[in-house]
């Protein structure tokens, strides 16, 4: 049975079901995986007690014939899903200590499919950062190594560092994540695995620490495409409590999965070739190409003028909405509270937030307070909403000429620790070819592709249609049959 | 368009952030370059375009003006930093 911690969720479902191995085996395998592997520092809080009793009704419910669709697999949960009675600080030491005494409707529909909680995810502070090195909890480390013989910590991606981290150690089956300007496709390049964000409104946000709540979508992160698909099915769905909510029936995502992509098109946006990216990754999308021709697509030149402002976009919207969103961490409710000798109300607030943020999540309130400020909000942030309606129509008129985009997920591999923290800029630019998907809340995916020169993964990136998740799961399936990625980073932990 | 030093410490006030003048010296910079760099977008044509408002078109929707939630006051408590008689506790605010 061994090494039921390195199967696909797939496997693990299919395999219970069978009575190969009971769920508490299941669980088993991970919470060891899980304490063995700590020094990826991938979880914040580890909680092998909830995935027993999980594993425990899910054998029971085999036993009784009760089986639900995602019974006997445990799952890890990103640090900024409230999850009842479990610390949930959103990596921020502002946060620290917080249990909701409620739990996000993600994590509850998960949990009502029958999945068990292993644990919570390290994650950059407020989903702000590509590196996952702004977490309170300090960064999560790759499980990959380059092959050039040294041993330099790199980074697993970010915002969703530990919950890529964990899925490709191992010590996860499948997890979510959540993807403001690229936060689960980035990290999932980076670690050679899967993750969807779907269409926005699709999952609900309610109970999800907001970062920038006209961007943030969750949404799985997992080996394979079949994977995300599964969990994509038990995460999404109208909630009444998230006014964003699409009140729109759940596809079956797994039953209409198909590689055959005969009929349709599939775009390639020159504004995606741009200078200084390393010609691996250039070579990657040309095989892309390839694979999807060889499944029956047919492949098309397009343009999405705008592409080259979507970042500078993204860099006054999500840090004005942060800014907004951040207000509420004041010291009153929960969290943190500093209080200066003799200080007043105000006093505290300012104490507490300076104390309780980090160095990243302070310098985007500061942008953000700063884009909206009095004399400023038209020549910032109005101006910035104008050219995201630009950008959304770029790719409307792109979806009259095909179905799908193809792209690359990040314009290089997984870079080391510390490579780009000291230059923000550098650090943003990781999020290029993830960013217009999110500022058009487009469904987007990222699959393996392949390994560059020096054995890092790299990751193919598909955008779809608004509601079109099947067509991107579907072309990503494609992919995943062609590209033949069976990688995984060698145990050194 | 360039932050000076007081500005930093006027948008530090309204964001509430008890910046220290370390903070304060590396941010005029920080906040320069990545304002400048935003400042691209001038160059984008924008006569005539809307704001966006909403990503996917939807109906906002209204619901039934009912009580739906409510009788929690302990569990709305159980994170607060200082919770006295019921209520959240804070600092004097009124001499």
């Known amino acids: 049975m061994g090494d039921l911690n390195l199967k696909t969720l797939t496997e693990l479902r299919d395999g219970f079901r069978a009575g190969e191995f009971s769920a508490r085996e299941i669980a088993t395998s991970f919470n060891d995986a899980i304490v063995a592997a700590r020094s990826l520092n991938a979880y914040t809080i580890e909680t092998p007690d909830a995935a027993l009793v999980a594993a425990d009704a899910a054998d029971a419910a085999r036993a009784s014939g009760d089986l639900k669709p995602l019974s006997g697999i445990p799952l890890g949960i990103k640090d900024l899903f409230a999850t009842e009675g479990v610390d949930s600080t959103s990596g921020s030491n502002i946060l620290r200590g917080f249990k909701p005494p409620y739990e996000s409707t993600v994590s509850g529909k998960l949990k009502a499919a029958g999945a068990g909680m292993l644990g919570k995810l390290n994650m950059d502070e407020f989903a702000m950062g590509s590196s996952n090195e702004t977490s309170a909890y300090g960064p999560v480390i790759s499980p990959w190594k380059r092959n050039d013989g040294g041993n330099a910590a790199l980074t697993p991606g970010g915002s969703s560092g530990g919950s890529a981290a964990a899925v490709s150690a191992g010590l996860a089956p499948g997890v979510t994540g959540t993807d403001t300007g690229g936060s689960i496709r980035q990290p999932a390049a980076f670690t050679g695995i899967s993750g969807i964000k779907p269409t926005y409104g699709r999952c609900s946000r309610w109970g999800i620490v907001a970062f920038a709540s006209s961007l943030d979508q969750a949404g799985p992160m997992a080996r394979t495409v079949r994977d995300c698909a599964i969990l994509l099915e038990n995460m999404t769905g109208f909630d009444p409590k998230d006014a964003t909510s699409l009140d729109l029936p759940v596809p079956q995502w797994e039953a209409g999965l198909s590689s055959d992509l005969k009929g349709k098109k599939v775009g390639i946006p020159k504004e995606y070739r741009i200078d200084g990216v390393p010609d691996e990754i250039n070579a990657i999308w040309d095989r892309g190409i390839e694979w999807l021709k060889d499944a029956g697509a047919e492949v098309v030149p397009i343009s999405l003028p705008h592409t080259k402002y979507a970042l500078p976009t993204y860099y006054i919207i999500a840090p004005a909405e942060a800014s907004s969103n951040l207000a509420r961490y004041d010291g009153v409710r929960y969290g943190l509270r500093e209080t200066p000798e003799g200080g007043n109300l105000d006093a505290m607030y300012s104490a507490t937030r300076e104390a309780g943020f980090g160095a990243e999540v302070k310098r985007r309130i500061m942008i953000g307070t700063y884009v909206l400020s009095a004399g400023f909000y038209d020549a910032y942030f109005n101006k910035a909403q104008k050219v995201r309606t630009l950008i959304k129509r770029d790719f409307r008129d792109a979806f009259r000429q095909c179905d799908l985009i193809l792209t690359p997920t990040a314009p290089s591999a997984a870079f080391g620790l510390n490579e780009k923290m000291s230059d923000p800029l550098a650090m943003y630019l990781n999020d290029v070819f993830a960013v217009p998907a999110s500022l058009a809340g487009l469904p987007a995916m990222s699959v393996p592709g392949g390994l560059d020169g020096q054995g890092l993964p790299l990751g193919l990136h598909l955008i779809g249609n608004e509601l079109d998740e099947q067509g991107v799961l579907n072309a990503g399936l494609a992919i995943e049959e062609r590209a033949g990625f069976t990688a995984r980073a060698e145990k050194w932990w | ?95």
């Open chain 2, 1 to 95: 368009m360039s932050v000076t030093e007081k500005d930093v410490l006027h948008v530090a006030k309204l964001a509430r952030l008890a910046l220290g003048d370390a903070e304060i010296e590396r941010m005029v910079p920080e906040l320069n370059n990545i304002l400048g760099w935003v400042e691209q977008l001038g160059e984008v044509n924008t006569d005539g375009v809307e704001p966006l408002t909403a990503v996917i078109d939807n109906q906002l929707r209204l619901r039934d003006d009912v009580v739906n939630d409510g009788d929690c006051r302990d569990a709305v408590l159980s994170n607060a930093p200082d919770a006295q008689h019921g209520f959240f506790a804070v600092p004097k605010v009124i001499e």
